[in-house]
Nanobody, 123 residues
């Protein structure tokens, strides 16, 4: 599976962005997907994840209520709708995939990573 993230950009605090992660490969609909982010000088952190069916989702506490993860298996694409953005959301966002759904940064079973997309939130 190859992953390509897009949709990043510069936005003012309080604004919204939607990230997309397009996947190639025939196994997209049978794998869990998710997002991580990495701010300058910090470790890569879990943001959100979604099961292969879309029925189960997990979010980091820092984004609950503001971000929504979704997927369209017919289009082999996963999304992250980000609202009420804050300057602390500034980071490079990476999409990821695994046969197993994960719920935090301690998970070490990511099989596939996409190249990141930069999100910058100005105050």
């Amino acid at each position: 599976v190859q992953l390509q993230a897009s949709g990043g950009g510069l936005v003012q605090a309080g604004g919204s962005l939607r990230l997309a992660c397009a996947a190639s490969g025939r196994t997209f609909s049978s794998i869990a997907m998710g997002w991580f982010r990495q701010a300058p000088g910090k470790e890569r952190d879990f943001v959100a994840s979604i099961s292969w069916s879309g029925d189960s989702t997990y979010y980091a506490d820092s984004v609950k209520g503001r971000f929504t993860i979704s997927r369209d298996n017919a289009k082999n694409t996963m999304y992250l709708q980000m609202s009420s953005l804050k300057p602390e959301d500034t980071a490079v966002y990476y999409c990821a995939a695994s046969p197993y759904l994960w719920r935090d940064s301690t998970f070490n079973g990511i099989n596939y990573w996409g190249k990141g997309t930069q999100v910058t939130v100005s105050s």
